[in-house]
């Protein structure tokens, strides 16, 4: 994440609670869980080569008290969480960020989208497209698109 992204998803969560889909190794999870009320974190945490569970763990340690770690698939964990605002992180695909977008909880009301107008993450930015009826864009730093529901 650039400094750019970051300073814009910090003003986001600032003083809310965050979901969290696609953590890794805890790059955005640690600087959103310092300002945010509480993180829901939900990763895999394989698949991207070696293991990420354990190296995201030690990464989140000073601010584990705010995380709530969901190990696992997001289509198991993300329907039902009531949050404010969630970070969509994953694989790029536009199948999964629809999913995503898809079934946030009613109440949810910003959503920031990570890897748009990167090339090899096309699903992104047509996911997003094709959700326009419920989101508008409203900002974007980099490869960061904030949305609003409608």
């Given at each position: 994440?650039?400094?750019?992204?970051?300073?814009?998803?910090?003003?986001?969560?600032r003083g809310r609670k965050v979901i969290e889909c696609g953590s890794l190794i805890g790059n955005s999870t640690v600087p959103v869980a310092q300002v945010a009320s509480k993180v829901v974190s939900i990763d895999k945490h394989e698949g991207y080569g070696p293991p990420t569970l354990k190296r995201f763990l030690t990464?989140?340690?000073a601010v584990a008290h705010k995380v709530d770690v969901k190990v696992g698939d997001v289509a198991y964990f993300l329907p039902g969480i009531d949050a404010d605002v969630c970070l969509i992180d994953l694989l790029g695909t536009y199948?999964?960020?629809?999913w995503c977008l898809e079934h946030l909880h009613p109440s949810l009301?910003?959503?920031a989208v990570h890897d748009c107008h990167r090339p090899h993450c096309g699903g992104v930015d047509a996911a997003i497209e094709a959700s326009r009826a419920v989101w508008e864009p409203f900002g974007q730093a980099d490869t960061l698109t904030m949305l609003r529901r409608i």
């Open positions: 994440m650039t400094s750019s992204e970051r300073t814009l998803l910090l003003w986001l969560a990464n989140i340690d199948e999964l960020t629809k009301t910003f959503v």
